[in-house]
């Protein structure tokens, strides 16, 4: 692997809470749901995907973070279009500092949770507190139980890294730390789940364990109502716009997923490369050693070679560190949202059952029961919350893969120069051995 600490994955900012009222906060989000009108799928996928890029503060790059050192770089070009606009954060969190633990009955790594806050929830200004993943993974479905109505933010997968064989390396170790920034970030970012109690637990708590031993914490009244809806209920149909939503969920993950693939046999097949340049630019040097007038040629291809491989190298680290890392998380995060709008489906089915039943009954005017109206108000509620969040998710994966692909062309065209570089600089040397003849 290439030598120097690795680099930062790019993070997404927050947005601005008055773009974004919360479905019960009364007319004013009646105004921003369009009142009772439903929009069509073209419409909203149209709204969704096709929209000006937003531009999201980074909220994991510290102040002094340099920009790259070459003046061509795009990253450098386009620097100026991720400037935050003077937007105000009121909470930071960081994961760093991993630590390896070895006790008798298992091994495992703990991360530094940093927190800054000036939020009256917060009975200090700033906590640090040492997690392990299990620890994180706690706080997802903790997160997923008391708000079943938002989209929860995806953990890197506890077992299955592809090309990682050693998870206590510290390529390994660094990258899963990155993602694990990125998860609390999200959800410091958000501006539902970022209030959540289990949230402030995690970050705050210096034993967490007495906390998880307290067993299965009371369930939010919408999350209890949602997580004992059973499968008796048949959906009938899902609204267009939902149904647009999950279909381009389906072509999205098969998209990323053959990205994914083939990006994976690109990578085996440079490493393989790389394996080849670094036997072959040795044999030119030893070559050199029987040569006369041809040994200071051949030792500049050699050299040449190795600049090559080096380049090589640097990309494949960076294909593998930076662009592979957040096509996963997408493919996960995609899973996230189809569970989401699998569970709006259920209160939808359970709704609709309910309202056939009153209307079965033999009343000329039957009122509606108050059970059918909760159903009905959790039902909007998870329409409101799931167009929120999928407007979110499309807003930061345009924000992501915009900085993502950008780097990606800019790491190939250092890759190229360096290559263009290596072997331009033996021309000067075989035209000069030509001229002394």
């Not at 997690?131 to 929860?152: A, M, V």
């Not at 493919?331 to 189809?338: F, G």
Request: hydrophobic share 35%; net charge negative.
């Amino acid at each position: 692997m290439a030598g120097g600490p690795p680099k930062a994955l790019p993070s997404t900012g927050p947005h601005s809470l008055r773009d974004m009222p919360h479905p019960l906060a009364g007319s004013s989000s009646e105004e921003a749901m369009g009142g009772d009108s439903t929009p069509s799928p073209d419409l909203l996928m149209a709204r969704s995907f096709g929209d000006k890029d937003l531009i999201l503060p980074n909220g994991g790059t510290p102040a002094g973070t340099s920009s790259p050192a070459s003046p061509s770089s795009l990253l450098n070009r386009l620097q100026l279009d991720d400037d935050i606009d003077g937007e105000t954060r009121d909470l930071f969190v960081t994961v760093d500092d991993p630590k390896k633990h070895v006790c008798t009955m298992e091994t495992y790594i703990t991360y530094r949770i940093t927190t800054k806050s000036t939020r009256v929830e917060f009975d200090l200004p700033e906590y640090s507190v040492r997690r392990r993943y299990q620890d994180f993974d706690w706080l997802r479905n903790k997160l997923e139980e008391s708000q079943p109505t938002h989209l929860i933010p995806p953990l890197p997968e506890k077992f299955v890294v592809k090309g990682v064989v050693d998870r206590f390396s510290e390529e390994f170790v660094e990258t899963r730390r990155k993602a694990l920034d990125k998860f609390l970030k999200r959800i410091t970012d958000h501006p539902v789940l970022s209030f959540n109690e289990h949230f402030n637990v995690f970050l705050t708590a210096k034993d967490l364990n007495a906390y998880k031993k307290q067993g299965i914490a009371l369930l939010t009244r919408v999350g209890e109502s949602v997580k004992h809806v059973t499968g008796g209920y048949k959906l009938r149909s899902r609204p267009l716009e939902f149904a647009a939503i999950g279909d381009y969920l389906d072509t999205f993950a098969l998209k990323l997923g053959t990205i994914d693939r083939i990006a994976q046999r690109i990578i085996k097949e440079e490493i393989e490369y790389l394996v080849e340049l670094r036997e072959y630019g040795p044999v030119y040097s030893t070559w050199s050693a029987l040569e006369g007038e041809l040994a200071e040629p051949l030792e500049g291809v050699s050299a040449c070679i190795g600049n090559c491989s080096t380049a090589l190298e640097e990309l494949t680290d960076d294909i593998t560190e930076e662009f592979l890392p957040v096509l996963r998380e997408y493919i996960l995060y995609s899973d996230s949202m189809k569970s989401v709008l699998k569970k709006r489906d259920q209160v939808q089915a359970e709704y609709e059952a309910k309202l056939e039943a009153v209307a079965l009954r033999k009343e000329e005017r039957p009122k509606v029961p108050a059970d059918v109206e909760k159903c009905q108000d959790r039902m909007e509620c998870f329409n409101a919350d799931l167009k929120a969040d999928m407007e979110r998710w499309q807003n930061n994966k345009r924000h992501d893969f915009r900085q993502l692909l950008v780097g990606l062309a800019d790491k190939n065209i250092q890759y190229y120069e360096k290559c263009l570089m290596a072997w331009e600089s033996i021309i000067p040397l075989l035209q000069e051995k030509q001229e002394t003849k």
